[in-house]
């Protein structure tokens, strides 16, 4: 989605019915259409961290669907005055609206049957969540397949991001897919033993 090519993801059973969005960066008509053919009802709107290219949509499609939002205190903030948290000139303006669940990691989520576990995972921006459902993890910018998340940006911190992601090495079976913002899917084991920035965590 947008010009960043940040990744939004449907999660929904095979079958439709109950579904939610994780990150919808931008374009709600292409995120609902691609619900629609799917056969699923948007119930949730779920954010990984307070950058635009990440929720640029969050509001329209909260709007249009009746989805509740959820994410963290840094989400809503972004939310709320957009305009004043652009860390990019150029990009798209996002419609402000507000977190209707504040997570702050911890917490399950059930939609209909559909459940998530919402992980604190800071290090790219203060207030990022990882998400554990449908067997993968959907970490925003914390960690890509070769990489991982930029930590220049305000309120970001290479020792915290690297915690994050060794905590969730140590807490999820190897070969646990990882879903990232941007770029090709991954894998736990994959990152542990090929990623260069990985290198030094001591194992």
């Given at each position: 989605?947008?010009?960043?090519?940040a990744?939004f993801?449907?999660?929904?059973d095979?079958?439709?019915?109950?579904?939610f969005?994780?990150?919808?960066?931008?374009d709600?008509?292409?995120?609902?259409?691609?619900a629609?053919?799917?056969?699923?009802?948007?119930?949730?709107?779920m954010?990984?961290h307070?950058?635009?290219?990440?929720?640029?949509?969050?509001?329209?499609?909260?709007?249009?669907?009746?989805?509740?939002?959820?994410?963290?205190?840094?989400?809503?903030?972004?939310?709320?005055?957009?305009?004043?948290?652009?860390?990019?000139?150029?990009?798209?303006?996002?419609?402000?609206?507000?977190?209707?669940?504040?997570?702050?990691?911890?917490?399950?989520?059930?939609?209909?049957?559909?459940?998530?576990?919402?992980?604190?995972?800071?290090?790219?921006s203060?207030?990022?969540?990882?998400?554990?459902?449908?067997?993968?993890?959907?970490?925003?910018?914390?960690?890509?397949?070769?990489?991982?998340?930029?930590?220049?940006?305000?309120?970001g911190?290479?020792?915290?991001?690297?915690?994050?992601?060794?905590k969730?090495?140590?807490?999820?079976p190897?070969?646990?897919?990882?879903?990232?913002?941007?770029?090709?899917?991954?894998?736990?084991?994959?990152?542990?033993?090929?990623n260069?920035?990985l290198?030094?965590?001591?194992?």
């Amino acid at each position: 989605m947008g010009p960043l090519q940040a990744n939004f993801y449907l999660v929904h059973d095979l079958e439709g019915g109950t579904g939610f969005v994780i990150d919808p960066g931008g374009d709600a008509g292409l995120i609902m259409e691609s619900a629609r053919e799917a056969g699923v009802t948007i119930e949730a709107v779920m954010i990984t961290h307070g950058h635009h290219d990440h929720l640029g949509a969050a509001a329209e499609l909260a709007a249009a669907t009746g989805a509740e939002i959820c994410g963290s205190a840094e989400v809503a903030m972004v939310l709320a005055e957009p305009d004043r948290y652009a860390l990019f000139p150029g990009l798209p303006q996002v419609a402000p609206g507000k977190v209707d669940r504040l997570l702050e990691g911890g917490e399950t989520l059930d939609f209909g049957g559909l459940e998530a576990q919402a992980i604190a995972t800071p290090g790219h921006s203060p207030g990022s969540i990882t998400y554990f459902t449908a067997g993968g993890l959907f970490c925003g910018d914390l960690l890509f397949h070769g990489s991982i998340g930029r930590t220049d940006l305000p309120g970001g911190s290479f020792d915290e991001l690297a915690g994050s992601v060794k905590k969730l090495i140590l807490a999820y079976p190897p070969d646990t897919v990882v879903y990232p913002g941007h770029g090709n899917t991954t894998t736990l084991a994959e990152e542990k033993e090929k990623n260069p920035f990985l290198t030094d965590l001591g194992w």
